[in-house]
């Protein structure tokens, strides 16, 4: 049986990866916040401590301040920077030893639409989201000879609690009316992408970021 640790599953696309990973008869673990603070590399290390046998590492949880460049503070800028890219970094340091050793693993992180395009306000969350498109390339490259590969998806705008709380009713209206498919995507779609990533159906995939996006970055 696989095991997998899966950050940020207590909502939205986290959850919808847990319970579909549970659902194939994947051995979950989720710490909460409480039991691992992303935003203390300390508190990354000592959950991990017990911690054995991970081959797959769902890099999920972020956060997503707003703010232009005139807004935005060195102590938000370097929050934004630790939660989404620095754990991520961190959680594959670590939990890449046992997956070298035992010769597999899938690693799945989360880089978003804005690690390729931004908007006004989106400085610090685009900042750290490419930094998760070069911590994957990086990663796939020293990891893949032990059979660990490494991948992140891009999703675009989907239903969740994070895109509520930074647009409004008529804002979510018009970004889904932008898009070619014409609607925001639901958190199962994406979780079942990541499934196929961090399963042994897939063989030859790493290193890519790839866009889940309802045609975003076409138009």
């Known amino acids: 049986m696989h095991r997998a640790l899966i950050t940020g599953a207590s909502r939205g696309i986290g959850k919808a990866i847990k319970n579909l990973f549970e659902d194939k008869g994947v051995k979950v673990i989720a710490p909460t916040r409480t039991q691992m603070d992303l935003s203390s590399n300390t508190s990354i290390e ?15 949880a972020g956060i997503n301040e707003l703010a232009s460049i005139e807004e935005m503070t060195e102590e938000n800028l370097k929050e934004m920077i630790q939660v989404n890219l620095l754990s991520q970094t961190m959680l594959i340091k670590y939990l890449s030893k046992d997956m070298m050793q035992n010769g597999y693993g899938r690693i799945v992180n ?3 639409i804005w690690c390729d395009y931004s908007k006004e306000r989106r400085i610090m969350y685009s900042i750290a989201k490419a ?78 970021t790839i866009f889940i996006d309802g045609g975003f970055s076409c138009v």
């Open 131 to 208: 930094g998760v498109k070069g911590l994957t390339t990086a990663a796939a490259v020293e990891l893949s000879k032990y059979n660990i590969l490494v991948n992140a998806v891009a999703p675009g705008f989907v239903k969740t609690e994070m895109t509520t709380q930074n647009n409004t009713a008529v804002q979510i209206k018009n970004l889904a009316d932008a898009l070619p498919i014409k609607r925001l995507a639901e958190p199962n779609e994406i979780a079942e992408f990541v499934y196929f990533l961090a399963s042994e159906k897939n063989s030859f995939i790493t290193g890519q």
């Open 46 to 60: 000592e959950y991990l401590k017990g911690i054995k046998d991970i081959d797959i590492l769902i890099n999920c």
């Open 110 to 112: 989360f880089a978003s």
